[in-house]
Each structure stands twice: as structure tokens, then as C-alpha cells.
């Protein structure tokens, strides 16, 4: 990790001496952003559908979960220069802290480099709105490498991303302490995406009627975010439940075929649309790989080596209740919670659902 910091220092200091030479502009899209908003006479930022992510992320995340009508108003595509398909923005309100939208640990390992903070001129990030952080701060993030992010968050969240075990599944999540059955670890933080859950967009060609109106939590990169979204959620189908709370949509993500509930829902106040919260790629609890056999031919994976690698994690409560209960903003919503002991340097392995078409897994 030292080695790490070091190289990202020096990487900063050259971020700094680019944004000073008026090489960025990252700033200033913000700030456009924020002059579209204004300009288009949407209600102040206050008034815009709040949805509290506070104790989901440990630190806090408040979002501004914008209507699509406000969305229209905005003109977004043009605005923030995506594609006319699919539009997204994601928003940290004034007078919120910059912390709290950020991952506790990815926020720490920033502010722990030393002379960052005085290379780029920023001593209060915590308490600054994140369109009025100084160029080389928000350069920092733009241009971060998702590895080093990802990096900090593992080891917030005492775990390590590695090489993984399963032969061609790529990077996955290794303990780094002990970890006893039942606790509740690594949260799930990221993405905002909404659906328009019409029949039409239940159809055929489902995937292309997605929208995806949250952004990366402290990332600026449209098309980065767009893209990782796209990856996850095109493999999936939802399935609403409108009933048991007037005024809300609860949804939750459903393999068609199987009729499985995958992944967790959510309530907003618009009956249009359902939130998902799609892992951050930097977010570690999104990097645990699920064991069952990798069938990529060529691969190198056996059917005794895949046997030997358990699910030992789940989703926190893979049932929500079906009732007015169920709170979105709960902290263990979505977390990862251990259902077998793993000891210091196992790597965490976690059932994706059967059916899931993501993987060319085995259907155990
Ligand atoms: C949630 S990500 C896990 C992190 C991923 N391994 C990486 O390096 O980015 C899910 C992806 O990991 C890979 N993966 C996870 N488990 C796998 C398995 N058992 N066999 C093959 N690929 C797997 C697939 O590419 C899948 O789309």
C-alpha cells in the first residue's frame, strides 16, 4: 500500500501542475451543471426527492434523486454531453460534506497522503460541496485509478483484492482478518440506477430502456460509470411490486427465468421508476467473485477445484419484507454477511443466484 501512496503522490503532483496549466476543466463542468440546474428553474436541491444513504455507506451519502421530469427540464444529455439514450447525473447537494459521498476509507487513504493536501491547496475538503472543490482535487478523483480506489476500500473494509482463485474469473476479495460467521461486512455502495418499469420497457430489447440517472459516488467520468452500469444491469430482468405502499415503487431485481431474487430493492416516491444500487467499481463488496465452476473453455478450472470453493458470503437479508417496513436507508440493506468462517487469506466467494447469465457457471 506505501508503494502505492508513493506513486499516487507523484501522480497527484503532476495532476496539480496540469489543472494549474488549464488542462482540466473537470470544475468547471460541475459548475455547469450546476448553472443548468439553476438556469432551468428546477426547485432547489432541497426540494428535489431525498433519499438518504447515510447509514448506508458507513459515513453518509446523501443523493438527490431527481424526477424525470426535472431530468427533462435539465436537458441532461446535452448537458453533460451523454448520449441521447441514456442521461446521467449524479449530485451532491450544497452544504453536504464531501465525506459523506465519498467511502470512508477511499476518503482517508486521500487525505492520508501526505502533502496532497497542500500540493493542491484544499485543507477542507470534508466540509466543501464537491462542484466547489479546487480543480486538482476533483482532477485527482477523475483520473484515479479504479485500482488504487478500490485499493483503499478493500482495506477499509479489512479485505484484500487479488488475482482470484477461480481460474479466469480475474480479480477477486481475500480476508485479511478473521472472519466469524454471521458478521456483517463489506457494504455495497455505488450507482444509482433507475428504471422505467412500463411494459414497454419490460419488453423485448429491455436492456436498452435502462436508465441510469446516478453516477459514480466520487467519480466525474460519465461514460465510465455508464459503461459499468450498462455491464451489470443488462443481465438482469425487475420485477415490480407496487402494492403495499401507496405512493412507492418496491422492486426488487428478479431473474425472469427463474423467478430468483438476485439483488435488493428499494422504495422511491415515484411509481415510474425503481432505484438499484449497482457496486461502485471501487467498491470492494462488488469484486467477490462467486465459486461455482468457471466453464470458459480453456480456462483451467475443475470440477474438484470448484467444489472445494464454498459460498461464504451472502447478501445481507436476502429477503426484504413485503410490507412497509422495508427502508432502503437501513444500514445492512446491502452488506455482505459471512455465513461460514473465513480465516485471514481466504478469499471470500459469494452465490450470484442460479440462473445468473452474467457467468458461464455451472447451475448448482
Ligand atoms: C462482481 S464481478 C467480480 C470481480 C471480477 N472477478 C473482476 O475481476 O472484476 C463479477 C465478474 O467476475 C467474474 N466471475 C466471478 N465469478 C466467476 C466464476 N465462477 N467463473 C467465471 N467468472 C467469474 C465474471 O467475469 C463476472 O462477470
Not at 444513504?53 to 444529455?77: N, T
Not at 459523506?100 to 493542491?120: E, H, K, P, Q
Not at 436498452?208 to 453516477?215: D, N, Q
Not at 425487475?238 to 405502499?245: G, I
Amino acid at each position: 500500500m506505501s508503494a502505492l501512496l508513493t506513486t499516487w503522490r507523484a501522480w497527484f503532483g503532476v495532476f496539480v501542475e496540469w489543472e494549474r496549466a488549464g488542462g482540466g476543466g473537470v470544475t468547471a463542468r460541475y459548475r455547469h451543471v450546476r448553472r443548468v440546474i439553476q438556469g432551468a428553474g428546477v426547485a432547489p436541491a432541497a426540494e428535489l426527492t431525498p433519499l438518504s444513504w447515510r447509514r448506508l455507506l458507513g459515513g453518509g451519502c446523501p443523493l438527490f434523486l431527481l424526477s424525470q421530469s426535472d431530468l427533462a427540464r435539465l436537458k441532461l444529455p446535452s448537458a453533460l454531453g451523454a448520449t441521447s439514450r441514456t442521461s446521467m447525473l449524479w449530485k451532491q447537494p450544497p452544504n453536504f460534506p464531501t465525506h459523506t459521498c465519498v467511502s470512508n476509507s477511499v476518503m482517508n487513504a486521500l487525505l492520508g497522503m501526505d502533502g496532497m493536501r497542500a500540493a493542491s491547496g484544499y485543507k477542507n475538503l470534508y466540509d466543501t460541496p464537491v462542484y466547489e472543490w479546487p480543480a486538482a482535487a476533483v482532477t485527482f478523483f477523475d483520473h484515479a485509478v479504479d485500482f488504487f480506489l478500490l485499493e483503499a476500500d478493500a482495506e477499509g473494509d479489512n479485505v484484500q483484492v487479488g488475482s482470484s482463485t477461480v481460474p479466469g474469473a480475474g480479480r477477486g476479495v481475500f480476508a485479511r482478518r478473521l472472519f466469524e460467521a454471521g458478521e456483517k461486512i463489506l457494504p455495497f455502495w455505488g450507482t444509482l440506477v433507475y428504471e422505467d418499469l412500463s411494459v414497454a420497457a419490460l419488453s423485448k430489447d429491455a436492456a436498452e430502456k435502462h436508465r441510469v440517472y446516478g453516477s459514480g459516488v466520487s467519480s466525474t467520468s460519465a461514460t465510465r460509470w455508464l459503461q459499468t452500469s450498462a455491464e451489470v444491469i443488462t443481465s438482469q430482468r425487475f420485477w415490480s411490486k407496487r402494492h403495499w405502499h401507496p405512493g412507492h415503487t418496491s422492486v426488487a431485481s428478479i431473474d425472469v427465468a427463474t423467478k430468483h431474487c438476485q439483488y435488493h430493492c428499494s422504495c422511491v416516491k415515484d411509481e415510474e421508476y425503481i432505484v438499484w444500487l449497482v457496486p461502485s467499481t471501487r467498491c470492494a463488496a462488488g469484486m467477490v467473485n462467486d465459486g461455482r465452476l468457471n466453464k470458459t473453455p480453456g480456462c483451467g478450472d475443475t470440477e474438484a477445484e470448484a467444489a472445494k470453493r464454498m459460498p461464504n458470503v451472502k447478501l445481507g437479508p436476502r429477503k426484504f419484507p413485503v410490507d412497509s417496513t422495508f427502508d432502503i436507508t437501513r444500514a445492512d440493506v446491502v452488506h455482505l454477511v459471512v455465513t461460514i468462517t473465513i480465516t485471514v487469506g481466504e478469499e471470500l466467494y459469494l452465490h450470484y443466484g442460479v440462473g445468473h447469465t452474467a457467468l458461464r457457471v455451472s447451475a448448482v
